[in-house]
């Protein structure tokens, strides 16, 4: 770990429009834009108009897809944000240029901890000042997004939640009710991508409604050490209430199954059912929330002490699952999905010849580009392959490299190939 970089990491200003340098913010985040665009085929945001605009926001969501979670809530909501995350965000080349300049705040995990990358007094140090920074910005007004469970997965369901993201909030509201601020809210987030390891997929952020500190679940000692700019742990009860609460809302928003066969499953009966009521799911979000309908009606009854406490999920054991999940095989063996069932849910869908004609009436256009998408996207491309393909971070982290290389390939590459196409 290199600990000079990380301890010199630029500390946000809460004064401006955004914590980081305001162009380099906003150049970043129109890039970002632009390949998100492009990333996914369809986009869609629902809750945004429920957020309490008037105060900080603690944006928490399961984590399955690396770097495009935050992208994805950081871009789709309608404040600034204050960012923290893992320390080598800060550190690596290219990348930690920009993160510095938008004034990201490291945080060393448990895992590097154990790995011995640095003491456990220099971890204190860091994550303290990095808390407080972030607690300072929602206080302030801003976004910030922190994962509860610590880590991008593969599962399922969530994993044991960890109680950064909630201490964080605690001091943040306490800082605010030192200064008489609106004291921050909570807003548990929902990710949904249809196939997070594939480049051109669906994607809904869906917000869910605020969660509310109570003014005297902040004790006075907390508002009185923090106001002094000092890192003091709120008390365990109040966190592990706010966590255990926040767990119970993020619940539904996610796929919540044992096993991803099962979710698979559940998208299959939601089709079915859509043509068998004649009523066709339009949206990738309707589709979800089929599946949800679904898992409500055939999921064993779970208590909440036991999804507090992460405990195994039930297997749905009901006779329709059986089937679905061979149809939901099938049809992933061939690359389709629940999309490609005919209108009785029987057979495939038959080719329509409209959208064939529509198709060869544009390829004579897409063929004349075709010369200069190669020339301008082959590098980007190329990379994005090969270290998406090749990482040792699991398929949750394959995307995120596919971004990366979209954004600083074509920084490092186009103005080399526009200026060796202005000498030819």
Known sequence: MKMDKLLSTPMPSFEGNTPGSFFWSNIAFWIARRILAVQFRTSEVTGAETLPLDRGNLCCAWHTNGLMDPLQIVLKHPNNFVMGGRHDLVTRPLLGWWTRKLAVQPVVRKAELLRGGCSEEEATQINGRSLLMLARGISAGFGCVLFPEGTSHNESSMLRFRTGPFRTVFAAAAIAKSEGKPIPSVIPTGLHFRRRDLFRTDVWVEYGPPHSIQAEDI???????????????????????????????????????????????????????????????????????????????????????????????????????????????????????????????????????????????????????????????????????????????????????????????????WPFMALGSIRN
Request: proline share 7%; charged share 25%; net charge negative.
């Open 219 to 413: 004790p006075d000692d907390l508002v009185e050490a923090v106001s002094k700019g000092n890192w003091v742990e709120p008390a365990a009860e109040n966190v592990f209430a706010l966590r255990d609460a926040l767990r119970l809302q993020l619940t539904p928003m996610t796929p919540n199954t044992s096993d991803w066969d099962e979710n698979s499953a559940l998208h299959i009966l939601g089709h079915v059912e859509s043509r068998r009521t004649n009523l066709p799911l339009l949206s990738w979000r309707q589709e979800v929330e089929a599946a949800r309908a679904f898992r409500t009606l055939l999921q064993p009854s779970f208590s909440d002490e036991k999804r507090i406490d992460n405990s195994e999920l039930p297997v749905i054991i009901s006779p329709v699952i059986k089937p679905a999940k061979a149809v939901s095989g099938l049809l992933q063996a061939r690359q389709l999905d629940g999309r490609d069932l005919n209108a009785s849910a029987t057979d495939l869908r038959k080719a329509r010849p409209l959208q064939i004609v529509q198709k060869l009436v544009r390829l004579p256009f897409l063929l004349a580009l075709l010369p200069m998408f190669l020339f301008c996207f082959t590098p980007q491309i190329a990379i994005g392959r090969l270290f998406g393909d090749s990482t040792d971070e699991g398929i949750d982290a394959r995307t995120s490299y596919q971004f990366l290389a979209a954004m600083f390939g074509s920084l490092m590459f």
